[in-house]
């Protein structure tokens, strides 16, 4: 995110040194749509000429074409800066999708065959195992992508079959983080929500347009009905409603609650929870609004914060991470008085603000609990910040007794994998072995 050129992708070079990616690597899986994770693929796919299979589950092939666009469009046309990739090149890189279902093992050659399994995290997002050859002597990977080892509203829990891979590499965000009770930070977030309204302020949060927005959109509707209050509740119109859209024809991929009411009601069908126009930034009255993105450094979000921020009455909640130098990490360090926003604004701060994490990845306890269910010979963490990780890689070794790496960025890592021989043996033979280890 720091770069605005090319530099932003992955540097392919390190698959191979002479561009050709297809003959390189066997396949591509991804494992959700969040753009860390998906952001590069038709550049990789249309502009560096890979034509190999692309592999991910429904959801997310549903999904992905939304992001990708929505993020082609704010690169172009609101921050005027370089085209990598076309509208058709998402839709040409999308026909080389292959869409699997969960545990459905996909044999993508005669030996290497893949697995998914479900992370929780957001719509659609999938763990998958990796073999080369037989299922007792090739050696094996699990690749986590992100995941959620706590159920929520919307979503279940990330769960895997105990499959002993020679390798786990697994993501550690939250490596050295114990979060508290889930149901104690949704009490609290209620509790300012309705105490900001009821002093006649507006509440602006701050969220990313798929998997906490709609999270919390559910926590807020049934609390709402629940106390019978009529403050409007809005989200920022546009990608969100799309996504809404899956959400409900999605149902299956959700929560075992969502699933149970469905009979009833598509909980996604938002009774209190209506789309917001631009007219309504500067209407008189209380009211709440889930605007992206969730990190205050561009869009609806910001737009509305700069119109809201000089009320000490309006409130802002910030409920995941915020990268630094974005207006949302600096309100959660405490800024408050005047704030560059740009070279062309300033606002004075004055409004409440809190910031309480409903991120969905697993915290510390929920990735050594996935470590213990798949139980691997191996662990590697990914995706976190190099002290943390550091840390948790020396708790699983402590506590698991399990061989851990945490390379840095373009760092090579040679892991030595225990070995195993077939070997025929005659029944006689082994009846004779077994007999004379008894006596």
Not at 16 to 28: E, F, K, L, P
Not at 193 to 219: N, S, T, Y
Not at 289 to 306: D, I, R
Not at 340 to 350: G, K, L, M
């Amino acid at each position: 995110m720091g770069y605005n050129d090319e530099r932003r992708f992955p540097d392919f070079k390190y698959i191979s040194r002479t561009g050709n990616y297809t003959q390189a690597i066997d396949a591509v899986i991804v494992t959700h749509f969040h753009l860390d994770h998906c952001g590069a693929l038709p550049y990789f796919t249309e502009v560096h000429g890979y034509h190999g299979p692309v592999i991910m589950t429904y959801p997310t092939k549903a999904l992905i074409p939304l992001m990708l666009e929505d993020f082609r469009k704010v690169l172009v046309d609101r921050l005027g800066e370089h085209e990598y990739y076309t509208s058709a090149q998402i839709k040409q890189c999308m026909r080389k999708v292959i869409a699997v279902d969960l545990m459905q093992t996909y044999k993508v050659d005669e030996d290497l065959e893949i697995r998914a399994y479900y992370a929780g995290h957001v719509l659609g997002a999938a763990m998958f195992y990796a073999r080369v050859g037989e299922e007792v002597f090739g050696p094996s990977v699990v690749y986590t992508g992100d995941y959620n080892m706590t159920p929520d509203r919307h979503l279940g829990a990330a769960s895997i079959d105990r499959c002993r891979p020679d390798l786990l590499i697994t993501e550690s965000t939250y490596a050295t983080t114990i979060r508290d009770s889930k149901r104690s930070r949704e009490r609290d977030f209620l509790q300012q929500v309705h105490d900001c309204v009821a002093q006649g302020g507006k509440v602006l949060i701050p969220v990313f347009a798929l998997g906490r927005a709609q999270e919390l959109a559910i926590l807020v509707e049934e609390y709402w009905e629940r106390c019978g209050l009529t403050v409007p509740v809005y989200f920022s119109a546009g990608m969100t409603a799309k996504a809404n859209v899956y959400y409900k024809l999605l149902v299956n991929w959700t929560s075992s609650r969502v699933k149970a009411a469905h009979a009833r009601r598509n909980v996604f069908d938002f009774k209190h929870v209506q789309p917001f126009d631009r007219s309504n930034i500067d209407k008189p009255g209380p009211c709440v609004l889930f605007a992206s993105p969730g990190m205050l450094h561009t869009g609806m979000s910001l737009e509305v914060f700069k119109a809201w921020c000089h009320l000490e009455r309006n409130m802002v909640i910030l409920p995941g991470y915020c990268v630094p130098n974005t207006v949302g990490n600096k309100l959660i360090a405490g800024h408050r008085g005047p704030l560059t926003i740009d070279s062309r604004c300033t606002v004075d701060v004055r409004c409440q603000v809190a910031h309480l994490s409903f991120s969905a990845h697993a915290d510390a306890k929920g990735i050594l609990q996935l470590i213990r269910q798949a139980a691997p010979h191996n662990v590697m963490l990914v995706h976190g910040e190099a002290g943390k990780m550091e840390f948790l890689k020396a708790k699983i070794e402590r506590t698991l007794t399990i061989p851990c790496y945490n390379p840095g960025n373009k760092e090579q890592v040679s892991i030595p994998r225990q070995g195993v021989v077939r070997v025929d043996v005659s029944a006689r033979l082994l009846h004779k072995a077994l007999r004379d280890s008894a006596a």
